[in-house]
């Protein structure tokens, strides 16, 4: 089906977060947020065309339960495949929003299961939706958006965007009710692992695992106060609040997974940390020291040339190349070791073999990737699901943008989930992993924490 892209200005000043529950209306929805310079824009998007779940032994479809008989991703492709949209001028909501899981790949790779999870959520969930809002955060432009057949359809459809702003959503402001944090695994468990994680190093299994802890905390505070509080402390390339209905997923990523704009593959490895310093003058001896340890550069090189080789499978041979290397970029909490590698994409594949062919992200598993996978299966005490995957879209017509699922969380229920790892390799230390984890995890404490 072909359709058309209809754009409307929005002239009423309002801020984003208030356009996003306008938008939304309590119900589920989507808020991308972005400051890099290739992607400055914001998307918003308000009750969804249809919805797609991955529930691990099931899908759930527009809310019906069918049998996993087909990869998640090549659904969501069938959905898209369906509708043609023409070229619009500027940036537009239409497509495939949302999470897809690190334990995706075990539609491609089989690996072992064993590690609990819950049923009643969808580790990956995308949503299609083919109206909402744009913020050009270049010049300062708002607008809404809307695919429709003909321009009949597509003014109504912009009346009703234009409806949302008379929308009256309050959300309850941030109050001290919070629980004790709870790790799901000890100081001592850890540093145990990570022993024996440099056993496997050691024998020559791996070189490096991306072994992670998990936190949880139960607290009434609303997950978009939530949201709103790790913007406001974490502020990063990307940010996300995405409402299933069922849960949420809540995050301001650092680290972009993979992007696909007009046929140039872009990935971007981060590795290395070290903590913001006090001062201007201590800040700067912390990234000093970065680039002066050698197991730090090890690693990152490592993550580098598993980044070439995951985006070399999709793209013409030839044309990667790595376009940044090695710069220290400084984020509110952290500073990490970041370089850029760049292809173009091969004739006969698209966003979702892009995806699929470096997601989990070397960063958030290891090298080689599959048998670190399988080592993480075994150290790590609960399935990962939303935590090491991705959070992006996939555009109608096929560009796509995403990030990888970190400095992010999870609601349901009055329960938040959230993780941080630590790339293991043979010079580690195992208390200064542990400690990595916290450093990775401070922004989110900290909101829990009223800090």
Not at 296 to 323: P, Q
Request: glycine fraction near 8%.
């Amino acid at each position: 089906m072909r359709k058309k892209v209809f754009f409307r200005g929005i002239t009423k000043e309002i801020t984003t977060n208030d356009l996003y529950l306008k938008l939304s209306n309590g119900d589920r929805g989507i808020l991308f947020e972005s400051d890099e310079k290739d992607t400055g824009f914001t998307f918003i998007g308000g009750g969804p065309k249809r919805v797609f779940e991955d529930r691990v032994t099931e899908y759930v479809i527009d809310g019906e339960s069918y049998k996993k008989d087909k990869r998640f991703l090549e659904i969501i492709k069938e959905a898209l495949d369906g509708i043609e949209v023409e070229n619009a001028p500027k940036p537009y909501v239409g497509g495939a929003y949302g999470n897809i899981a690190y334990d995706i790949i075990r539609d491609y790779e089989k690996l072992p299961m064993g590690n609990p999870y819950d049923p009643t959520v969808g580790e990956s969930v995308m949503m299609i939706f083919e109206k909402g809002a744009v913020i050009n955060h270049d010049t300062g432009e708002m607008y809404f958006t809307a695919i429709a057949e003909n321009e009949k359809e597509g003014k109504e459809l912009l009346d009703e965007l234009e409806k949302t702003l008379d929308n009256n959503i309050e959300i309850k402001a941030l109050n001290s009710d919070c629980e004790e944090i709870i790790g799901n695994t000890t100081q001592e468990e850890f540093e145990e692992v990570v022993k024996k994680a440099k056993d496997y190093i050691v024998q020559g299994d791996i070189f490096q695992v991306v072994l992670s802890q998990r936190f949880r905390v139960t607290s009434s505070k609303h997950p978009f106060e939530i949201y709103k509080r790790l913007k406001e402390i974490n502020p990063s390339p990307y940010m996300f609040f995405l409402d299933y209905g069922t849960h949420q997923v809540i995050g301001s990523s650092p680290e972009r997974l993979v992007s696909l704009q007009e046929g140039i593959i872009k990935t971007v490895p981060i590795a290395g940390t070290r903590p913001r310093g006090k001062n201007e003058q201590e800040d700067e001896q912390f990234a000093i020291d970065l680039m002066a340890d050698d197991k730090e550069k090890a690693e990152h090189v490592m993550l580098v040339d598993l980044a070439r080789n995951d985006i070399g499978k999709v793209s013409e041979i030839g044309t990667v190349k790595v376009t940044e290397y090695m710069e220290v970029k400084k984020y509110s909490h952290v500073m990490h070791i970041v370089s850029l590698v760049e292809g173009e994409i091969k004739k006969g594949e698209d966003a979702f073999s892009v995806i699929a062919s470096v997601l989990p992200a070397g960063t958030l598993s290891g090298a080689p990737k599959i048998r670190a996978m399988e080592i993480i299966e075994e150290f790590e005490k609960e399935r990962r699901g939303f935590y090491g995957g991705a959070v992006g879209y996939i555009n109608f017509n096929g560009d796509m943008d995403t990030c990888i699922t970190i400095r992010s969380l999870m609601h349901k229920n009055g329960e938040y989930i959230y993780q941080a790892g630590a790339g293991i390799v043979l010079d580690s230390v195992p208390v200064n992993e542990y400690m990595e984890c916290r450093n990775k995890g401070a922004a989110i404490t900290k909101i829990f924490r009223g800090e």
